[in-house]
């Protein structure tokens, strides 16, 4: 890279940094981009899974917010069917389900309606899944209905006791993937992408900066300009702001623990649960790679970005006791297989609680005394990651002057080529020219490749190498392709963030991968 000057650096390999780098290289920017460790290694890799407009940032009167992410999840939809799908949400009702007393729907009601006590009522919530219904304008995505639990299947995991629900759609979305994909895109279109390298000091000069990263393999120390830099770092924004960047600011950053845990397979149909708690906080819970059960998750102040991440023995107990108020079977410890946390990086608007906090992005340039400007990016959701690009290329361009306009709404991710409709045909298409897959094979190919399945499959037949299986039908082709395209450095990459195959594969397994890995970059 210290052969390169570039227009626009980008601090942070997460879904902001890696979505403004395929914005901006699309467009004619020189991009390059620097991500300490992997790709998606902090909080875009540890999200709730969920392309969704966000029901309850309804009762905080988050309009533009839940608008612009309804929107998004039909574009995203067309993008990237294989990593992304339409999900039924169902949200049973009960008496006791309470508002978080912060919110401004809360307070409201409380003044006109205070017999109440708080309490969230049904017809609230229907209204809400009206306005949820029609913000957006659906193409792909069936309406609102109501199921009468006592008879409809997904009545049968649940207590007896509920006997309505509310069932509404959103989407699924492969976070760590989505990462992977705009940071393959953009590398295809002309940025430079590069991984395990931090950047470890700047120099402001008037129309450029000078950034001197850090190889974290080799300790090696080069430097590159650029005539602006977009601090993307996530959990770290406040602390490169302050002390890698130098810069003196008001804008403060506020950081949010959501916890996970991942459970043996509670129910045995595809929908997700949206459960109210009578704490006026709202969990899922989710079918998970097809044999798990994803619930989650928690809101906690997160003082330190380099303090361990880790869902805490505390957070698995709420997260089990309020699971349990639904479900008739009680989820407990033993059940637990797997627990992940990430770390949201909100903007710091003062909210009282964790839950509060804007989910909001906030943008900030600065540029002051005329020096080279810097671009921080605050908070944002993993939904609305494309249109957070679109708005830092507006401040880009302002910046730096138009190349050209925006371009990204609908244009599919690699191995995203195909209609929103058409999964089913390509892994069929799969298993009738290659007849050693099995059905579960070529759908996770297809699920995690989408078109590019046939090229790493068609690899496997052509040498004996190629066919080596590690377990699971990873084979040497995969990990190759992945090593080439998708940033592959470690087994964790592979198992853990370009997949989820850390979950079913041995550690074993993973060594032999990991060994792999090493001796073939």
């Known amino acids: 890279m210290s052969d390169y000057d570039f227009d626009v650096f980008i601090i942070g390999g997460g879904i902001n940094g890696c979505g403004i780098a395929r914005d901006a290289v699309g467009r004619g920017y020189r991009v390059g ?8 290694s902090a909080t875009s890799s540890a999200s709730t899974k969920l392309f969704h407009g966000g029901l309850r940032y309804l009762e905080y009167f988050e309009f533009r917010l839940v608008k612009e992410a309804l929107v ?4 995203l939809l067309h993008a990237m ?5 339409p999900m039924r949400f169902v949200l049973p009702i009960a008496p006791d389900m309470r508002f978080d007393n912060s919110t401004p729907t809360s307070r409201l009601l409380q003044k006109i309606m205070p017999w109440m ?3 969230r009522p049904g017809w609230l919530i229907r209204l809400g899944l009206f306005l949820y219904d029609h913000m957006g304008g659906r193409e792909v995505l069936p309406a609102t209905k109501t199921l009468n ?9 649940l207590k007896q006791l509920f006997v309505k629900a509310f069932e509404y759609s959103d989407c699924w979305i ?6 992977t994909l705009n940071a393959q895109d953009a590398q295809q279109r002309g940025a430079t992408i590069v991984t395990r390298t931090k950047v470890v ?3 402001r000069q008037t129309d450029h900066w000078i950034v001197t990263l850090l190889d974290q393999k080799t300790q090696v120390r080069h430097k590159i300009t650029t005539k602006m830099i977009v601090n993307a770092a996530g959990p770290w924004v406040g602390e490169l702001l302050g002390q890698t960047l130098g810069l003196k600011t008001n804008e403060g950053v506020r950081l949010v623990r959501g916890s996970h845990i991942v459970t043996h397979k509670l129910y045995d149909h595809n929908k997700a649960y949206f459960f109210q708690g009578t704490d006026g906080r709202i969990i899922f819970a989710v079918p998970y790679e097809n044999d798990f059960t994803l619930i989650g998750t928690t809101d906690q102040d997160h003082l330190d970005p380099n303090a361990p991440v880790e869902c805490t023995a505390e957070e698995q107990a709420y997260l089990l006791k309020f699971a349990s108020q639904y479900f008739e079977t009680p989820v407990t410890k033993d059940d637990i297989v797997w627990t992940f946390s990430g770390v949201r990086p909100l903007y710091d608007d003062g909210a009282s609680s964790a839950s509060a906090a804007t989910r909001d992005y906030v943008l900030k340039v600065d540029n002051s005394d005329g020096q080279a400007p810097v671009l921080n990016i605050f908070g944002g959701k993993i939904t609305t990651y494309r249109k957070l690009a679109e708005s830092a290329l507006l401040e880009i361009e302002n910046a730096l002057g138009i190349k050209s306009g925006p371009w990204t709404k609908r244009v599919p991710l690699p191995g995203g080529d195909f209609d929103v409709d058409g999964f089913d045909e390509l892994v069929e298409n799969l298993l009738n020219t290659y007849d050693f897959l099995t059905p579960s094979w070529a759908t996770r190919m297809v699920r995690m490749y989408g078109t590019n399945a ?15 299986n590690f377990g699971c039908d990873v084979t040497a082709a995969e990990l190759d392709w992945g090593i080439k395209n998708e940033f592959v450095q470690t087994a964790d990459d592979f198992v853990w963030r370009r997949s989820r195959m850390g979950l079913k594969l041995t550690s074993a397994q993973i060594d032999v991968i990991n060994t792999y890995i090493l001796d073939n970059q």
């Open 72 to 75: 998004e999840r039909e574009h």
């Open 201 to 203: 000091a700047t120099s």
């Open 149 to 157: 639990l006592r008879t409809a299947q997904e009545g049968g995991p």
């Open 33 to 40: 981009l620097a991500e300490m460790n992997d790709l998606a």
């Open 454 to 468: 046939v090229k790493i499959i068609a690899t496997v037949t052509q040498t004996p190498d190629q066919k080596q």
């Open 117 to 119: 006590k708080g309490r």
């Open 174 to 179: 492969e976070d760590s993937r989505l990462v």
């Open 81 to 85: 069917p294989h990593i992304s799908w």
